[in-house]
């Protein structure tokens, strides 16, 4: 165990922001377990470990299931920021069993890869028509033009959000993110507040509009569960609503335009994929790896553990550093290297266990397809200039890509 006062983990300095790997790198030879005092958590950087407690049961995404704040040693959240928290608590991204099963259980059956398989025709003909835009145009911005646009279309379309609504979806997203990096700030929590209260009043509306009216689309299909064994309350599907509309664009978005920012900077690579495009479901793996778009998950020690003879007491909190266990050799040969070839590629960029990313297969469809139709239809595409970063951590992206044709 380290102490933090020593570490090259510094998630708010733009140096490290850039190019995270090299800290990381440092951190796993330095040791297992660091206590990080800036957050009070506990950073885990290896791929064996954070693979093992993304299962462990004595931790969890939340302790509400088992203990009050006060029993876990914890206040309760400022209750100007109720809104946020009602919404963001009842998803089941925040939930623990028996609660996230019985959810899961409904949502996952419009996400199965036979589901999402069904969707295929629908997205490459999306991703196609965007691309063509921006090749019509000479070129654009690679965030705003396709990244964007693909995923927040799709996840619209599914939950069946009409066209004309659509708009304020990413502004609410992003407002309810911020909340998901350290330490936010008093800003980011009254912005998130703000987006919480109107997307959650949207939703209410639109569901009320599909009880009467029921459609051919995933909320339709909620409620259908909700009234015949009153299996998921209100404020669980409004909350089920906005995770899948935010995890279903947000981090899409980000692995896109970090995924084409890593090809700009890999020359050699980029041209092997050009000349195949075979190569495409594996790079998409490997660019997920090599730029991790979510860098951090955090858990719950719900019972003590003990990870490499320190004993981490129930009440703790641990940061699990995926895009450190994404560069951790012990797994991946050369990994600071672009290798579009990998054929070995066990990335932990879907997170593992019981909060498995649902989207998976939708997300490595979306992936691949605005991948192939910027090959196909934009074989010379190039940065027209250097993009610049968020300046976040845990969501890692960047403001936008300039690309021409
Ligand atoms: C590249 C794109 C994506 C990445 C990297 C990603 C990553 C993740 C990760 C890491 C988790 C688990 C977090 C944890 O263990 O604490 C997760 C959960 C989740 N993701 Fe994704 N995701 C992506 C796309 C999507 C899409 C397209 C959807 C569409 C619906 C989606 C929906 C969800 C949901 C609902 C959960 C919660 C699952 C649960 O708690 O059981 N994600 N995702």
Redesign the pocket.
Known sequence: MTAESDLAFDPWDPAFLADPYPAYAELRERGRVHWFEPTNQWLVPHHADVSAL?RERRLG?TYQHRFTHEEFGRTAPPPEQEPFHTLNDH?????EPPD?TR??RL?SKA?TPRTVERLKPYVEGLAADLVSALVDAGGGDLLRDVAEPL?VA??AE?LGIPESDRAPLRPWSADICGMYELKPSGESATKAVRASVEFSEYLRELIAERREKPGDDLISGLIAAHDEDDRLTEQEMIS?CV??LN??????V??TVNGWAALFQNPGQLAALRADHSLVPSAVEEL?RYD???QL???WVLDDIEIDGTVIPRGAEIAML?GSANHDPAVFTDPARLDLTRADNPH?????????????P???I??AASMRALLEQAPTLRLAEEPERKPNFVIRGLEGLAVEV
Not at 247 to 252: N, S
């Open positions: 993304l995404r998803g089941m991204l925040d939930l996230h959810i899961r949502v996400f995923p799709v996840i599914m089920t995770l899948l995890a279903g664009h947000e981090a899409t980000n692995s997920m991790t778009p979510l998950f955090e858990r995926f932990i960029s879907f997170s593992a266990g019981i909060h498995y990313c649902i989207g998976a939708l997300a490595r979306e992936l």
